[in-house]
């Protein structure tokens, strides 16, 4: 079982910066896919981000690009989302997910030119509570 606890949401004015964290259980946190989504109420969860923890390129929505960005601190056992230049737009529940995907599908994907991990919820099993950001104008 992956348990995993985010924090670092709350309310910020359009243009402001916050970053989020989400620990990771240690003994599960090598070799997985590990995401940010977020979802408003009545909408669909919408992928954020997504990195392996062995490496390679991270997969960003193309509605976050150049704004937000995912990074790991194995030492800590937790991934971060910086998010910069926040919109009203970017309001909603932000969520961690995580996922063991098998050692061939990683492999097939770097091949074709992918990031290791998709940026998409069906693809994560396990999953955080979640953190509101609120932004306003």
């Known amino acids: 079982q992956v348990q995993l606890v985010e924090s670092g949401g709350g309310s910020v004015q359009a243009g402001g910066s916050l970053r989020l964290s989400c620990v990771v259980s240690?003994?599960?946190?090598?070799?997985?896919?590990l995401g940010w989504f977020r979802q408003v109420p009545g909408n669909a969860r919408e992928g954020v981000a997504a990195?392996?923890?062995?490496?390679?390129?991270?997969a960003y929505a193309d509605s976050v690009k150049g704004r937000f960005t995912a990074s790991l601190d194995n030492a800590k056992n937790t991934l971060y989302l910086q998010m910069n230049t926040l919109k009203p737009e970017d309001t909603a529940i932000y969520y961690c997910?995580?996922?063991?995907?098998?050692?061939?599908?990683?492999?097939?994907?770097?091949?074709?030119?992918?990031?290791?991990?998709?940026?998409?919820?069906?693809?994560?099993?396990?999953w955080g509570h979640g953190t509101q950001v609120t932004v306003s104008s």
């Open positions: 240690h003994h599960t946190y090598s070799k997985k896919c």
């Open positions: 990195l392996w923890t062995g490496g390679g390129a991270t």
């Open positions: 997910a995580a996922d063991s995907p098998s050692p061939r599908l990683i492999a097939i994907r770097e091949e074709a030119g992918l990031s290791p991990c998709p940026v998409e919820a069906d693809h994560f099993t396990y």
